[in-house]
């Protein structure tokens, strides 16, 4: 745990790999979350071993940001005896909080590392000041919510608890139908375990209705012949509702997305970074972020957008995403690793070509174009394409193009 100092709402962005964490933190994150070697429940991302972990650490505290380490799976009799040296190993790579959902798993961590902050994962289902309440009696520092939590039931949570108790509520990203990732649905369709990390988002898939005696003739469930994603929740974006949100009291303004790219990750976390800071500038009830901003959010992977919970039940505006898939409509080019005498160094993504024009995406800037002109390999050599991945290229440009600035393409 360090003394670093976060001013809030807190911006907390998630890094499944160490390339997703230093997008999180070259665009602006005041603290990242990220899974361990174990006791994560994200099993696609690579996650982090602990020497890595050790670093990531240094690295966020020497640009003043937080880390904190997800230990939010629900362990059976033959893990427990492995979390005592996995709890203290992580305490020893710094980190500033674990998240936890499971009473046993909080109580170990008292006991062995009583120095490292703990958070209430979203998975202990935390939907009352009672419940949190109880938390902070027991020594954790904040709660995140349910995401079934309304906007005055947070403002009433956060009026029935002490003050020192830090409120984190997510405000972007996937939904889940079930209440707040307890779903069983994975683990009896295909005997992936959701509470491991491994679901296999069965709510995404596209269904219809077949009766016994009729077998290959299928109905659908829903008034029209394309079946239905009836379990297929919106995506959540709360980028337009940041004056509601500090109003109620939430401390951190958690984005969902350990499993997703460092590309969303950067976008994501680049858009509320300038939406967080332009409210703080002019905190008005009526503060709305400017519209590049607002358009960030549809330049990611993403299904259609709702504001989940917090202003009414889905029953009352339903929420269901009639499509099984993402849409995805920008890609991600190239990323700068430098400019230096009129001349853009860059890291290649995917094929580029000579004269093409590219947008850039800064840090905390509104997003600009730029032509690809004089292209030329790692060596200097005048090339028509950079069709290789990962290669080094370089292009003429009459702006300094800051490193780890993202070159992008609409699809």
């Known amino acids: 745990m360090s003394d670093i100092k976060t001013a809030f709402p807190e911006l907390l962005a998630p890094a499944g790999d160490m390339e997703r964490f230093q997008r999180a933190l070259y665009y602006g994150a005041d603290a990242i979350y990220v899974g361990g070697s174990a006791f994560s429940m994200r099993a696609a991302p690579a996650n982090f071993g602990f020497d890595e972990l050790k670093a990531a650490v240094e690295m966020a505290h020497s640009k003043g940001a937080k880390v904190y380490l997800t230990c939010n799976t629900v362990p059976r009799n033959d893990e427990i005896d492995a979390l005592p040296d996995f709890l203290m190993s992580a305490r020893d790579t710094g980190v500033d909080a674990f998240i936890i959902s499971d009473l046993g798993v909080f109580s170990l961590a008292k006991k062995y590392t009583p120095d490292v902050d703990i958070h209430i994962s979203t998975q202990a289902g935390i939907t009352n000041y009672a419940s949190a309440k109880m938390w902070y009696d027991l020594g954790a520092t904040r709660v995140v ?28 990203g996937a939904m889940c139908v079930s209440f707040s990732g307890r779903c069983l649905l994975s683990n009896y369709l295909v005997n992936r375990d959701s509470n491991r990390g491994d679901c296999a988002q069965p709510c995404r898939w596209q269904y219809a209705l077949m009766e016994k005696t009729r077998q290959g003739e299928y109905f659908p469930v829903a008034e029209d012949d394309n079946g239905t994603f009836i379990m297929n929740s919106k995506d959540m974006c709360m980028i337009e509702h940041i ?13 969902e997305g350990r499993a997703k790219s460092a590309y969303y990750t950067s976008v994501i976390t680049n858009a509320y970074r300038v939406a967080i800071d332009g409210y703080l500038k002019n905190p008005t009830d009526s503060y709305v972020p400017e519209k590049w901003v607002l358009d960030e959010m549809y330049k990611i992977s993403s299904r259609e957008y709702c504001t989940g919970f917090y202003y009414g039940h889905p029953r009352d505006d339903a929420q269901i995403y ?13 990323e700068v690793v430098n400019s230096a005498d009129g001349r853009v160094v860059a890291r290649q993504r995917n094929r580029i070509f ?6 850039v995406l800064e840090r905390g800037k509104e997003p600009y174009e730029v032509v690809i002109k004089d292209l030329r390999d790692e060596k200097g050599e005048p090339i028509e ?4 991945p990962m290669m080094i290229f370089s292009f003429e440009c009459d702006r300094q193009i800051p490193a780890d600035a993202l070159l992008r393409k609409a699809l």
């Open 243 to 255: 004056p509601d949100m500090v109003k109620a009291g939430i401390s951190s303004f958690k984005i």
């Open 385 to 388: 394409k950079a069709p290789h």
């Open 145 to 172: 919510t349910a995401r079934e939590l309304s906007m005055n039931d947070i403002a009433e949570l956060r009026a029935k608890t002490p003050k020192e108790l830090e409120i984190e509520c997510f405000v972007h």
């Open 322 to 334: 009639y499509d099984g898939g993402y849409k995805r409509d920008w890609s991600v080019m190239a």
């Open 354 to 359: 000579d004269g093409e024009t590219l947008e």
